[in-house]
């Protein structure tokens, strides 16, 4: 039977979830724990049954649940002020609250922050009361009572000892009035986690009820969007088809945050003068604590358009690449990624998944995203996933759980956001992550938002996401070569046409992630946003050499104030030594070219006293051996 039934939670139609639960089951059960949402705002019916609904704190609310049952009074008690009596109101309302805990409890005077030995004693007086009074008790904060759940103080062992024997020796409680069959007195805990009480204090014990209070969903968060459109002087939303879509604009922009925090964005746009319909904006200051958002400066569309031209002047080689990715990355400034979805507006920005061999500019490209919409690289952040081989490596992400060894500190990718989430981050060759680890992936990529280890919640929404994967390069399992011994086959080979390159490469992928891992919910997060970088060719291989030449030369005038010069017969040499085999890409072309031209430099111009303005050129260069020797005049 559910709780929404005439005979159990009907009774309280319209109220939340949770209300309707405890209040279905207060004959039956002796104490609640309340855990989770604990302190938001919650939607409750207009005492006026044509009224609108009404914004309520958790206390008001359980009150008035409790009220409609007869009760006369709610008992609170907290650490820090002790015991309260609820409402305490100076009207006819508070004076009958005031009478009814009297009549239970005797005058409190000086026993408003009793000891846990004074306050069993308010608690059995409610539990097991002499006189036929309905009252509840809550126990705020009761997270903070004990120092540990597990090791408990001899006092505190013997409070929740007592709480314990006391839940199976309650008395139900007749009253005449709307419910005047036999419900028991609770006692209320409210709780951060389940697990802040003791565990013994509730497992096999039927007469404790644990119910979870959860985030607002959609339904409740338009619900009160149009509550809030009051504060903009708009009455009735229905009638105004603007102010209804900003309302489920505001609503869905919202996701992840209470009802209570889209009071506060409320107050934060009325104090800014921002109208109804730029809510957005208001919440994503509110998520992201930043007023200035470089996505809305105005010079950002022309920086992406020069990016057409000098992107490729940096990332050399790769047409199709950088065409793909300036288009997401146009998507992303014009506010359209994932514009497909229902609710789109807290993913990322931008999400890229970059593969492709090695050395072909998939980091570059990363950095030249950074320049262009930041204007300083910075704002990049990158992550060896090879590092993150471990089950457990995945906390130095977000942080360890609690009670671990860092708990405090957070994690490294959640600090960093919260800090500036205006970032491009890079995950570097994301198949070496360990598959628990890209299971945290999935919030960030779907929800643009990830909890880190202390509870807090760090937003993605205007992060521009990049993976990187050397993933197709060779096909799966080994073959057996003529010795025995097994050998790797490539899966993609330079010479290979573009369309055969990424075709391959994209299957090799989604094999990868639908089989090798069982993630292919991960694949479907990614989409369409594969990104296939080409083999290195013979002609961007010589303008990759022919820019990290000039690199060098011009490092040396920086450092030494000398002019460098290498004739054409030496870099045409230097140019065949460097590019002859491309297996390794663009970092091949450098590391050779430090090999051949910047080892046997630097030991050359060590020799040599140097004088400002002076002009070198090499003339000359030489292999005896593995040693490369330059002439230089």
Known sequence: MSIDSPTLGGRLRGWPPFIRELDATLSVHSQYVLSGNLYDSFLAPSL??????????????????????????????????????????????????????????????????????????????????????????????????????????????????????????????????????????????????????PPWLTADNDNIR?????????????????????AFGISDVDADRAAAEACDAFAEQA???TLQSMIEVTRLAKERNVA??????????????????????????????????????????????????LDILKRAVLGLSGAQAARSGSRPRGVLFFAGPTGTGKTELAKAITQLVFGDESAYLRFDMSEFSG???????????????????????????????????????????????????????????????????????????????????????QEIGPDGAPVRVRNVAPGMSYDEVERRIKAAVAEH????????????????????????GPEAAAKIFDLQLANICRRVTEEHRVELTVDDE?????????????????????????????NPLARALFDRELTPDERIAVTGVRREGSIVHLDLK
């Not at 060894?405 to 959640?414: D, I, N, R």
């Open 570 to 598: 030496v870099r045409e040499t230097l140019r065949e030594w460097c590019t002859a085999d491309l297996d390794h890409g663009g970092r091949g072309i450098g590391m050779k070219l430090e090999s051949y031209f910047v």
């Open 391 to 477: 089950e457990g490596s995945g906390d130095r992400l977000i942080g360890a759980p609690p009670g671990y060894v860092g708990h405090e500190a957070g994690g490294e990718l959640t600090n960093a956001v919260r800090e500036d989430p205006f970032r491009v981050i890079l995950f570097d060759e994301i198949e070496k992550a360990h598959p628990r680890i890209l299971d945290k992936f999935l919030q960030i990529l779907e929800d643009g938002r990830l909890t880190d280890g202390r509870g807090n919640t760090v937003h993605f929404s205007e992060s521009i996401l990049i993976f990187t994967s050397n993933l197709g390069m060779f096909a799966r399992g």
């Open 210 to 230: 644990e119910i979870t209070i959860p985030r607002p969903h959609l339904g409740d968060r338009q619900e009160t969007a149009r509550l809030l459109a009051r």
């Open 513 to 536: 992630f639908t089989e090798v891992l069982n993630r292919p919910e991960l694949l479907n997060r990614f989409g369409d946003n594969i990104v296939v970088f080409d083999f290195i």
């Open 255 to 257: 996701d992840g945050l």
């Open 48 to 197: 006026d049954a044509a009224g609108p609904a009404r914004l309520l704190p958790l206390r008001d609310l359980l009150w008035e649940s409790l009220r409609s049952s007869g009760f006369s009074c709610l008992v609170v008690y907290d650490p820090v002020d002790g015991l309260q009596v609820h409402p305490d109101t100076d009207d006819e309302t508070g004076e009958e609250a005031a009478e009814a805990a009297e009549r239970l409890l005797g005058k409190l005077k000086g026993e408003r922050k009793p000891s846990l030995e004074g306050l069993t004693k308010h608690l059995a007086a409610v539990a097991r009361p002499s006189v036929d009074v309905r009252a509840a008790v809550l126990i705020d904060s009761a997270s903070r009572i004990a120092r540990s759940p597990t090791d408990l103080e001899p006092a505190e062992r013997d409070f929740f000892r007592f709480c314990a024997k006391l839940s199976r020796t309650a008395r139900p409680v007749r009253v005449v009035g709307a419910r005047p069959k036999p419900l028991y007195n609770p006692i209320i805990w409210l709780v951060e986690r389940p697990g802040d009480l």
């Open 276 to 325: 109804l319909a730029d809510l957005p904006d208001a919440v994503r200051t509110y998520k992201l604590g930043v007023l200035d958002n470089p996505w809305n400066r105005g010079h950002l569309r022309r920086r992406v358009l020069e990016g057409e031209r000098r992107v490729p002047e940096r990332v050399i080689g790769q047409p199709q690449a950088v065409t793909k990715t």
